[in-house]
Nanobody, 122 residues
Framework: QVQLVESGGGLVQAGGSLRLSCAASGRSFSTYAMGWFRQAPGKERELVAAINWRGASTRYVDSVNGRFTISRDNAKNTLYLQMNSLKPEDTALYYC???????????????WGQGTQVTVSS
């Protein structure tokens, strides 16, 4: 079992930056692939970024490529999402998730956090 707790969300102006963190507890964090998902009001949840267990492989949705960076620190059991050049369309509830790499990138991870709200004002 893995418990995931997100933090770092908030209100920021367009063009600003935020760094989300996801603290994991439970066993074997370093063996799981991880991902960040988001869901805006009235829209389906989408994968924002994924990273494999070693951090050697990453994937991003086209809309954030070049602006967001996913990373992990297995020694601290923590996942990060650095978000730069934020846009109003990035406004959403952001979720941390864990599972197999195939499961994460297909949108079916095993574990989910509760989410942290990111709001970008224009």
């Amino acid at each position: 079992q893995v418990q995931l707790v997100e933090s770092g969300g908030g209100l920021v102006q367009a063009g600003g930056s935020l760094r989300l963190s996801c603290a994991a507890s439970g066993r074997s964090f370093s063996t799981y692939a991880m991902g960040w998902f988001r869901q805006a009001p009235g829209k389906e949840r989408e994968l924002v970024a994924a990273i494999n267990w070693r951090g050697a492989s990453t994937r991003y949705v086209d809309s954030v490529n070049g602006r967001f960076t996913i990373s992990r620190d297995n020694a601290k059991n923590t996942l990060y999402l650095q978000m730069n050049s934020l846009k109003p369309e990035d406004t959403a509830l952001y979720y941390c998730a864990a599972g197999t790499y195939t499961g994460v990138v297909s949108g079916t991870p095993t574990y989910w956090g509760q989410g942290t709200q990111v709001t970008v004002s224009s």
